[in-house]
């Protein structure tokens, strides 16, 4: 069984393969973090030894006892106003006013299987891979109460959390903050991992140790954002890519977040995670319930390799939904860095043709499609073909791709407008803006209200009548600014805090119907490439386009921080043309492939301007991809180098019965006389030969662990490799 309890004192353990998690309920009530770690099969609270601590109160029930401090002590679900001056996790003004919340145990219940959470994605599994614990707790005074759910996966090494808090007292309540995660860990000596950028560098690894204080990283985007991802790491000092303890979270939500680590007064860390609150107030009527986003937790003693298998993992069965789940991906051809805005059906037909020749199975049709829109400062909110650009229509245009034996995808920015749209000279009211005050434009364009029901019906009719029109396979949900502003003008002055989170929900609820009444269709997410990045997203849209940098020096980095957690099938990545649209960059085709391949792969430049030997190199990696898409995207990935310290960037997918391995990446910067440059490989069997495809070579699998693949001497910058390793017989 997962899940494990003991009687005086109350302990619940959550057992999974690896890892163990404990929650006690002492004897007032208190529910206390004890333990998130390596497996050890008992009570860990004897660990815990509390003295007097100046200026940390006690609480009444604790009588003359002065060690008992909810200031100190590790608690699981971390209340306002009641005397933890730490990072709180849950905050409520009561109708007096007052903002005290003293919960404590009151009931639990475990059963077999996990419950949906409504209107928000979730860890779903069947009854048979997950068992789930809730805790009750109320307030002393009667006036909330809080479940805490946590889905309890063994096979994965895999804890889910969530929590439902609902008003139990007579009149409404503000609910002001409500965050998912609460983890307190008394012991060890932690760093963070977190994952910062911008437009174009999104996810760039960042390994801090930790200063007494707070540190966050957030976003009040109105999505999760370039800036900063809602993962965190917390690991051991220790902690490297093969070795050593480390935990994850991975928030499912796509909208403001904020991860807060504290390290506190006695050297004690604490972890909260979860909705923003700086952008959230929910008012909570008598007996209704507010639920928080689920959040993901998994612990490794294998260091981060071993994390992200068990992030990639459950991710990839467990989060991602549909058809295109564990299917392979359509290589993809598309136009926007070809055309941007300049097209035509003609030219569209072009380069599907010679795409077609090569192999590439899917045009996508971006930006510019509808509407008028020959600029990013018009037409945003008209879905409509625009029939001056693809003559005949959309299905004329469909139909003579089908005739290509390619299938058909297309762009859509749903939840924006254009104030130049017919849309928006409609429905200005639909817009986000707050009265009397001019709102803030990104790329021209203003964002719609997701919250209202009439705009998620205007869109819901405009992208379903859209898909009725033609054979459409693949949609690009783009989302290309951030949102302020914050208001919606259906919602009355007390509920305006609201307004961030119902856009979220209602972005989710658009998504989940088209999702059900075009099963057929692949999502791919988007937010001016990877700005949405998140296991909320992945729940609707199988793949993210994973930055606007298709750079293949910048995107290793890219995609090596975004497969800490986000398996290789989530990743869009794609081909493009040199010099580089983002940098200026120029590298070779080879090592553009090897890049993109590491992702769900396409092109997105014109292959008519290649020469036919370039030609032939585009076949050729097609048909590699075709062979080595199910490793790339089924087996183990391994970082093997740190491109943002290291003079490449090299990464491996090794099956998960270890007879065959695929090492790619790209040798950066050429130096003189330089001496041969091995690199280890991981997740081999010792014992075993392995032939190298390229070379004829045969090694052990411990010779290139230990000692390695000797790379080629660089020539030029950005060198591509390669090598496909298969076991053969002694
Ligand atoms: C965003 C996307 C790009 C492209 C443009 C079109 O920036 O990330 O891939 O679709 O929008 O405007």
Redesign the pocket.
Same mark, same amino acid.
């Given at each position: 069984m997962a899940i494990r309890i003991e009687e005086n004192p109350k302990n619940f353990y959550l057992e999974t393969k690896n890892s163990m998690y404990q929650i006690q309920a002492d004897s007032r009530g208190v529910l206390k973090h004890i333990w998130y770690g390596r497996r050890t099969g008992r009570d860990m609270s004897y660990l815990l030894d509390y003295h007097d601590v100046g200026f940390s109160g006690n609480t009444y029930d604790a009588g003359e006892d002065r060690t008992y401090s909810l200031d100190t002590m590790p608690l699981e679900y971390a209340a306002e106003g009641i005397g933890d001056f730490r990072v709180a996790a849950v905050a409520v003004t009561h109708g007096n006013g007052g903002n005290a919340l003293d919960l404590r145990y009151e009931s639990h219940r475990v059963y077999r299987g996990k419950e949906g959470i409504p209107g928000l994605p979730y860890v779903y599994a069947g009854d048979a891979d997950v068992e789930t614990l809730e805790i009750v707790l109320k307030d002393t005074a009667g006036e909330v109460r809080v479940a805490l759910r946590y889905g309890v996966f063994e096979e994965l090494d895999v804890v889910t959390r969530s929590a439902v808090i609902e008003n139990c007292g007579p009149g409404p309540k503000m609910l002001t903050k409500a965050h998912t995660v609460c983890i307190d860990m008394p012991w060890g000596d932690w760093e963070w991992v977190h994952f910062h950028g911008r437009h174009t560098m999104e996810r760039q690894v960042q390994r801090l140790p930790l200063l007494s204080g707070i540190q966050e990283s957030s976003s009040k985007r109105g999505a999760s954002s370039h800036q900063q991802n809602p993962t965190v790491l917390l690991c051991e000092k220790d902690c490297t890519e093969d070795r050593g303890g480390c935990f994850g979270a991975a928030l499912m939500y796509s909208g403001c977040f904020q991860t807060q680590i504290e390290l506190d007064q006695l050297g004690q860390v604490r972890l909260v995670m979860g909705l923003h609150p700086d952008t959230f107030r929910w008012k909570l009527e008598a007996g209704a319930a507010f639920y928080t986003p689920e959040a993901i937790l998994s612990w490794s003693d294998q260091g981060f390799a071993g994390l992200s298998h068990q992030f990639h993992r459950v991710i990839r069965e467990h989060v991602c939904r549909g058809k295109y789940k564990l299917a392979e991906r359509p290589v993809l051809i !598309?136009n926007?860095e070809a055309t941007y805005f300049s097209f035509d059906e003609e030219k569209l037909y072009n380069i599907a043709e010679q795409a077609a020749k090569l192999g590439v199975d899917m045009l996508v049709m @971006? @930006? /510019?499609w509808f509407g008028v829109r020959d600029s @990013?400062s018009s037409g945003l909110g008209d879905w409509y073909v625009n029939e001056r650009k693809l003559k005949g229509g959309l299905a004329k245009l469909v139909q003579k791709i089908r005739g290509l034996g390619m299938s058909f995808g297309i %762009?859509l920015?749903p939840e924006m407008v254009s104030e130049d749209s017919d849309l928006y000279r409609a429905h200005p009211e639909w817009a986000i803006r707050i009265p009397g005050r001019q709102p803030m434009r990104g790329r021209y364009q203003l964002v719609l209200d997701m919250s209202r029901e009439d705009v998620r019906e205007y869109l819901y009719e405009a992208i379903s009548s859209l898909l009725r029109s033609a054979d459409i396979s693949y949609i690009?949900w @783009?989302m !290309?600014r951030n949102v302020c502003d914050w208001y919606s003008t259906l919602l009355p002055p007390d509920r305006q805090g609201e307004a961030p989170h119902r856009y979220v929900l209602g972005l989710y609820e658009l998504l989940e119907r088209l999702n059900t009444d075009f099963p057929d269709v692949l999502f791919e997410g &988007? &937010? /001016? /490439?990877g700005g949405r990045f998140d296991a909320g997203m992945l729940y609707y849209c199988p793949q993210i %386009?994973c930055s606007?940098d298709t750079d293949a020096y910048a995107r290793t980095k890219i995609q090596y921080g975004t497969s800490f957690f986000y398996p290789v099938s989530t990743i869009g990545s794609h081909v493009s043309a040199v010099p580089n649209h983002q940098t200026g960059r120029v590298t070779p085709l080879s090592a553009r492939a090897v890049t993109a391949m590491a992702g769900s792969f396409g092109y997105e430049l014109d292959l008519n301007t290649l020469t036919e030997e370039e030609k032939e190199a585009v076949k050729d990696q097609i048909s590699r991809f075709r062979e080595y898409g199910p490793l790339i995207h089924n087996g183990h990935y391994y970082r093997l180098s740190d491109p943002q310290k290291e003079n490449r960037g090299i990464w491996s997918f090794v099956e998960k019965d270890q007879s065959a391995a695929l090492v790619q990446g790209v040798l950066f910067h050429a130096e003189p006389n330089m001496v041969g440059h091995p690199v280890r490989l991981k997740g081999l069997k010792k014992e075993a030969l392995y032939r190298i495809r390229e070379t004829g070579e045969v090694y052990t699998g411990a010779a290139l662990m230990h000692g390695g693949i000797l790379l080629p001497r660089g020539w030029g910058d950005y060198m591509a490799v390669e090598y496909y390793l298969e076991t053969v017989e002694p």
């Open positions: !598309n926007w @971006d @930006d /510019g @990013d %762009w920015e690009k @783009d !290309n &988007c &937010c /001016g /490439g %386009w606007d």
